[in-house]
């Protein structure tokens, strides 16, 4: 059958049918962002954070229910015991995997925009994209760790290895009296472009947005200082480098 004779989802082949469930999926994914998006225009971030965790738990149920029952396996409270049955080892695996997945939808979608409009408008972008990805991404790593509200830079130690990020890079922390110095020791996209002959990415200006935002949303009383990131020159040990703190009087 060809496709200007295809109607309706019973004229799909099967094939077709398998391509169209895919792009559902991606319908469903959007349309979750698009609703947060619009909350947080219309009501602010805090409101659409909270609006999203209603929204999320009980998406998550509703939608792992109706699989579970469409593919006939157990679920509980959202999460398939297949899941929670799989070997650890396994399991990080496919956390590593979904990392990788997403780095490479980061990626794809700089280059849809650079390609087309220019690396300047592709920065801008990714800038303003990070702004809002770090908070969200505390807000998610707080909810998982049973962080609390104020759980100062030991919470941040401990979240900055819960990001996408920190299944994918080389980093670590260190104290330096009373302030915590976190370093991207191998960066994948950095490592990449060394390989290729080519000079750092300068990420600075999405890195100042990215880690502020993301201390900021683990206890607002950190303050972000940045010792390095490129285009600015750095050891061979690290290619980024940023220092939290939090000011005596906010303690």
Request: hydrophobic content about 40%; proline content about 4%.
């Amino acid at each position: 059958m060809a496709d200007n004779e295809i109607m309706r989802a019973e004229d799909m082949n099967q094939e077709q049918l398998a391509d169209y469930i895919i792009e559902m999926l991606h319908r469903m994914m959007v349309h979750h962002t698009l609703w947060f998006r619009e909350v947080e225009h219309q009501m602010g971030f805090e409101k659409a954070l909270k609006a999203m965790d209603y929204a999320w738990t009980n998406t998550k149920k509703i939608s792992v229910k109706r699989l579970a029952e469409e593919f006939g396996f157990s679920q509980e409270n959202g999460v398939p015991t297949y899941f929670k049955e799989m070997p650890k080892e396994k399991q990080l695996h496919l956390i590593d995997a979904i990392a990788k997945n997403w780095l490479a939808q980061d990626g794809v979608w700089f280059q849809a925009v650079e390609f087309v409009h220019g690396m300047n408008d592709a920065k801008r972008c990714n800038d303003s994209t990070w702004s809002r990805f770090s908070p969200f991404e505390a807000w998610s790593i707080k909810k998982l760790l049973g962080l609390g509200e104020h759980p100062g830079l030991e919470g941040l130690e401990k979240a900055l290895n819960f990001r996408m990020y920190g299944r994918l890079n080389v980093q670590s922390c260190h104290w330096d009296g009373d302030a915590l110095i976190f370093e991207m020791n191998e960066c994948r996209v950095q490592t990449a472009r060394i390989r290729k002959g080519l000079p750092d990415y300068p990420c600075k200006s999405a890195g100042l947005v990215e880690y502020a935002r993301f201390a900021e949303g683990i206890d607002d009383r950190i303050k972000t200082e940045c010792v390095g990131c490129p285009p600015d020159p750095h050891p061979a040990n690290w290619f980024c480098s940023w220092k939290f703190t939090i000011p005596k009087e906010e303690k």
